[in-house]
């Protein structure tokens, strides 16, 4: 807050987030609605670039990506190594030869985490520069309450939800802004299996969710136009 008090104003991407940092940030000063500059790459993604960071990550070219996202957790023990909350060897298994997995995790999970079988599948993009580049990336978003699905929207690509423990992260840990079950532009998945299942369904889902993701967008990334900046 007391870094708050030297704003002279604040950009917005849409209305319904503004009445939240209104009161998250304690607010009297001017709010501007334009959409983030940030996202305008989203909007006009430049094929090259993404090429070249599919050569960074050295992806071969037939694999599709699905970007795994989680939300940081402060009730898990920093001491341990961090576990990946699905079946990584049944994901290796039935996904490999069509799929790999980037991993962007809170930066004091990945600095416990141990993927030494899995280095043709699953890549660490932690320290990668720039979200908004992988978001242009991949092809499949999994994540859970992250903010991460408001920008993402903008590509009309799938959004999975990973919400294996949905109850104590609402009432124990954080909670909601917002009416999470009834926004969500994806299916909330309770367990590894329902999760492999959705992303080998994947166009299934897209299909079924159509309407919810389009009023989400309408709601959250309608000043996303590309002009932001």
């Known amino acids: 807050l007391n870094r708050v008090k030297k704003w002279d104003f604040l950009i917005s991407p849409n209305p319904y ?5 209104k009161r998250a940030y304690q607010l009297d000063i001017p709010i501007k609605v334009t959409g983030y500059p940030r996202n ?4 006009n993604p430049d094929r090259e670039k993404i ?3 599919r050569k960074y990550f050295n992806i071969p070219d037939n694999k599709k990506i699905i970007l795994y ?5 402060e009730d898990d023990d920093k001491r341990e190594n961090y576990r990946l909350k699905f079946n990584i060897q049944k994901f290796y298994k039935e996904l490999s030869e069509e799929y790999v997995i980037l991993l962007r995790l809170h ?4 600095k416990r985490l141990q993927l030494k079988n899995y280095s043709d599948f699953i890549f660490n993009a932690t320290y990668y520069n720039d979200i908004g580049d992988l978001y242009n990336l991949c092809d499949i978003l999994v994540t859970d309450y992250s903010s991460v699905m408001f920008d993402f929207a903008i590509t009309d690509k799938p959004i999975l939800f990973y919400t294996y423990d949905y109850t ?17 532009p994806g299916p909330l998945l309770n367990n590894s299996d329902e999760l492999l299942s959705a992303i080998k369904n994947i166009d299934s889902i897209t299909k079924r969710y159509y309407d919810k993701y389009s009023k989400f967008k309408s709601t959250f990334n309608s000043y996303e136009d590309g002009n932001a900046s």
């Open 51 to 53: 090429k070249n960071i």
């Open 69 to 73: 996202a989680p939300t940081w957790r």
């Open 107 to 110: 930066y004091f999970d990945a």
């Open 17 to 21: 987030t503004s009445e939240i940092m």
């Open 40 to 43: 305008d790459q989203l909007v």
């Open 168 to 184: 104590k992260y609402k009432n124990k840990l954080r909670g909601f802004y917002l009416d999470f079950k009834s926004l969500a």
